[in-house]
């Protein structure tokens, strides 16, 4: 994020309306970054099952670093950078929205302030020609649809324009804290992947448990927790069910197989039906983890004001059927 984007321009500021979507390009080197983070996990959940059946590459160390590192990584992405940041589904104190921010940006899907002003444009225009990641982007056809999903999943991030944070992410921008994490993501960046590897070493005391928890709890589990996030975008924008209303090309869906790997954002229309609810399974049976965890900071007085869905208006929001 450049100075001019987060000062503003001098004199009187325009409307964030009348801002550009796009402020920025991405470097060369960013392009070469992002090229690598999304090969090497995918390349190293292509090679998990193979090299778990190697005696010796896969432990109990391993296993249990990747559970809390995927946890608590993901979790940052659902509670964290999603319900918290970007659509304000409560209010946190302010060392928990620290540790909510950091644990978002350690699962390297991007920046806060990037993360959040790219899903708030993806709800304004959702489905729409601005929407940075429609899945319908190129058509409706079988083979239109077949591209849109590979550009939904991950073919979105290589593009070279930045959504405008000043216009879609102005509270961040002017956060001190958030900034810094923004500014300091290469340091959580490098801390999410070698952290995990480092205590397996310790813990082994070797480094051959090093090498297996780097592999383990830092490329799969990034892998893993990229590709759940990403088929949101592309797979719960078309297909599954839509009991809620929402805008006319909105095609946001419930996809209940991704729901616990998601930790429930995969409950994606009636979150796009109503943004702002801290639950989005909010069906009987519609297991969500995040709520759940959003829940358990309330009763701690961790976080407060939580946007709980109400009955009326949930109803008011589903689909009538004859």
């Known amino acids: 994020m450049t100075a001019g984007e987060i000062e503003g321009t001098a004199g009187r500021k325009p409307r964030r309306a009348q801002l550009p979507l796009t402020y920025g390009r991405k470097s060369s080197t960013e392009i070469a970054f992002l090229w690598f983070f999304v090969t090497a996990p995918l390349l190293a959940v292509a090679a998990?099952?193979?090299?778990?059946?190697?005696?010796?590459?896969?432990?109990?160390?391993?296993?249990?670093?990747?559970?809390?590192?995927?946890?608590?990584?993901?979790?940052?992405?659902?509670?964290?950078?999603?319900?918290?940041?970007?659509?304000?589904?409560?209010?946190?104190?302010?060392?928990?929205?620290?540790?909510?921010?950091?644990?978002?940006?350690?699962?390297?899907?991007?920046?806060?302030?990037?993360?959040?002003?790219?899903?708030?444009?993806?709800?304004?225009?959702?489905?729409?020609?601005?929407?940075?990641?429609?899945?319908?982007?190129?058509?409706?056809?079988?083979?239109?649809?077949?591209?849109?999903?590979?550009?939904?999943?991950?073919?979105?991030?290589?593009?070279?324009e930045n959504s405008n944070s000043r216009r879609f992410a102005p509270d961040l921008v002017a956060d001190r804290d958030i900034r810094f994490i923004q500014r300091n993501f290469v340091a959580f960046l490098l801390l999410s992947l070698f952290g995990p590897a480092v205590v397996g070493g310790l813990v082994t005391q070797s480094w051959h448990g090093f090498v297996t928890a780097y592999f383990w709890a830092g490329l799969v589990r990034v892998g893993l927790i990229h590709h759940v996030t990403w088929s949101v975008n592309s797979v719960c924008h078309v297909l599954g069910e839509r009991p809620f209303r929402t805008t006319l090309k909105d095609r946001a869906s419930n996809v209940w197989l991704l729901a616990i790997p998601s930790f429930g954002e995969s409950w994606h229309n009636l979150h796009h039906a109503d943004p702002t609810c801290a639950r989005h399974g909010v069906d009987p049976g519609q297991i969500d983890i995040s709520a759940r965890l959003i829940w358990l900071f309330e009763k701690a007085g961790w976080v407060w004001d939580v946007k709980w869905p109400k009955e009326k208006r949930i109803d008011a929001k589903r689909v009538v059927t004859q």
Do not use: C
């Open 48 to 160: 998990a099952i193979p090299v778990a059946w190697i005696g010796g590459w896969l432990g109990w160390t391993d296993v249990v670093l990747f559970v809390v590192m995927y946890l608590f990584t993901g979790l940052g992405v659902t509670v964290g950078f999603h319900r918290y940041l970007t659509h304000g589904a409560f209010k946190a104190k302010r060392p928990m929205r620290i540790l909510l921010t950091v644990a978002g940006t350690m699962a390297i899907e991007g920046a806060p302030i990037r993360w959040v002003a790219d899903h708030r444009r993806h709800h304004q225009f959702s489905d729409e020609e601005n929407d940075p990641h429609s899945p319908w982007r190129f058509g409706e056809s079988v083979p239109a649809l077949a591209k849109g999903m590979l550009w939904a999943h991950m073919g979105w991030l290589f593009t070279r």
